[in-house]
């Protein structure tokens, strides 16, 4: 049996863009923020966070709220692909090696 | 490391510090959970709201804190989503947007300070509200500096929210805590009709009341044996004129810092007769001061220094005041704000009543401020240092 191509490519597509990883691991640690304290946090520019941002959101990574004007954005843990992630990064910022 | 023989847990005393148990405020604790019950019965189709007025030191904040957190706890417990979110309207300068910007903070730390009108901010966190299906008693503590600042508008806006909106669920339940209950004519006729039966008036701590708070305090926070019933009577026949509870409490507090410099083993009435003569009685200034950012204790401080020095006149000039912030802000290591925020620092102390600001002097030339204090320099200044100190 090889292995799961989409599961794959969704892997390859999260991992191997550092705005993404950043994306994750600021989300993991502040919980739900704006698109601009996303982008503050990040260090990326606007452009840049909307579109990792939309990307996130599409394969179910990042959830979206409005709340009046503001559009909110969290780890959407109700996808068991980001308990693993957040597992994953909160051992990977605690562990000294 | 040293066991104190005389405080089991010091910050038990702390003016921050909320009580499992209210004595002689058991009645108007009963009342709250009256006016708010229907909540857990029928949680959605009702609105309850109150007003808590009393004076300085009635046990508003700590009776708001202990209804706040006791029904949290029940509502949670009948698996209901609820928060209950304490907010000091003084500290947030008694704007009603930074009252609803830390309100949603509470729930969303993470939601932008800036960007939105009041109203917008509002409906934001009725939204918010109904996205995570909470319910929130929210207390505005010193609500008298938004009646003062903001009039009727967010009393009317916070208890009158669902009626442009009649098909959402209640999710928003605010508790006004007021000191001056007469600012309540400040509002508008039809606010004031929708409040008027939901006050709890809080009356003046007794003698008798004052001795049960004491008692009760002391044996949270002070080990057995090491004060006396005289010890207390003592401190309840000082604090009662003022029916003040939070100064009764900071006359034990530091009875015990005396009895504990003397390695005494027990607080005699000596240690709270110098208790008593180094606290000046000054009803809220503590909580004010401690409200006030480092800055603003630097400029303050300053203020006090040179009128400590000058101590034959009443005002001294912001280019008075600002040199010597520039030498405390270099003994104390921060780097000095500029003239502009100090003028911002000097509008808010006079707001919380902690300066007086004249304008301009007669028969001077030129155009300068001119501040004053309501309180004794040498006081205020003692109480800053040790603050800015850390003591």
Redesign the interface.
């Known amino acids: 049996m090889g292995l799961d191509q989409e599961k794959l490519k969704l892997l390859e597509e999260v991992f191997s863009s550092r705005g993404r990883v950043r994306i994750l691991a600021v989300l993991c640690e502040y919980g739900e923020l704006n698109l601009s304290e996303v982008a503050r946090k990040t260090g990326l520019n606007s452009t840049s966070t909307v579109n990792h941002l939309r990307v996130l959101t599409e394969k179910g990574l990042v959830a979206e709220r409005r709340l009046g004007r503001v559009r909110m954005y969290r780890l959407d843990l109700g996808n068991p692909r980001v308990k693993l992630i957040t597992e994953f990064l909160r051992r990977w910022f605690h562990i000294d090696l | 490391m040293d066991v104190s023989r005389i405080f089991k847990d010091e910050s038990l005393l702390d003016l921050s510090y909320v009580p499992p148990r209210l004595p002689r405020r058991e009645e108007e604790l009963r009342l709250l959970r009256s006016m708010f019950e229907p909540i857990l019965r029928k949680p959605g189709s009702v609105a309850p709201r109150a007003v808590v007025t009393g004076g300085i030191g009635s046990g508003k904040t700590a009776l708001t804190q202990r209804f706040g957190l006791d029904f949290e706890e029940e509502a949670r417990a009948r698996g209901l989503n609820f928060k209950c979110i304490h907010v000091n309207c003084q500290i947030l300068r008694g704007s009603f947007f930074m009252i609803l910007v830390e309100t ?1 903070r509470r729930i ?5 300070r800036r ?2 009108g009041a109203n ?2 509002l ?2 966190l009725l ?2 509200l109904e ?1 995570e299906n909470l319910y929130v008693l929210l207390i505005l503590d010193d609500a008298d500096s938004l009646l003062v600042k903001e009039g009727s508008t967010p009393v009317y806006a916070l208890t009158r929210v669902y009626e442009s909106k009649p098909e959402r669920p209640r999710r928003l339940f605010p508790i006004f805590v007021l000191r001056d209950p007469g600012l309540m004519r400040n509002l508008n006729h039809a606010t004031l009709s929708y409040l008027r039966g939901s006050i709890v008036k809080l009356r003046k701590y007794g003698l008798d009341d004052m001795i049960e708070v004491l008692e009760y305090r002391a044996s949270l926070a002070l080990r057995s044996g090491s004060y006396l019933d005289r010890t207390i009577r003592l401190i309840a026949d000082m604090a009662a004129p003022m029916g003040d509870a939070r100064y009764a409490i900071e006359l034990l507090y530091r009875a015990g810092k005396y009895a504990e410099t003397d390695e005494s083993p027990v607080i005699m009435p000596e240690h709270v007769r110098k208790a008593y003569q180094s606290l000046e009685y000054y009803p809220g200034l503590t909580e004010a001061l401690r409200s006030l950012s480092r800055h603003e204790k630097l400029f303050l401080l300053a203020v006090a220094r040179c009128l400590e020095r000058e101590s034959e006149e009443a005002y001294v000039t912001m280019g008075e005041v600002e040199g010597l912030y520039r030498v405390l802000c270099e003994s104390y290591g921060e780097k000095p704000r500029a003239h502009t925020q100090l003028w911002k620092y000097m509008r808010n102390l006079s707001f919380l009543s902690l300066l007086t600001v004249n304008p301009s002097g007669r028969g001077r030339r030129g155009r300068t401020t001119y501040m004053g204090l309501n309180v004794a320099a040498s006081y205020l200044s003692k109480v800053l240092s040790k603050m800015l100190e850390g003591v």
């Open positions: 949603v969303i730390p993470g939601f932008p960007g939105f917008e901010l409906d934001s939204e918010l996205d």
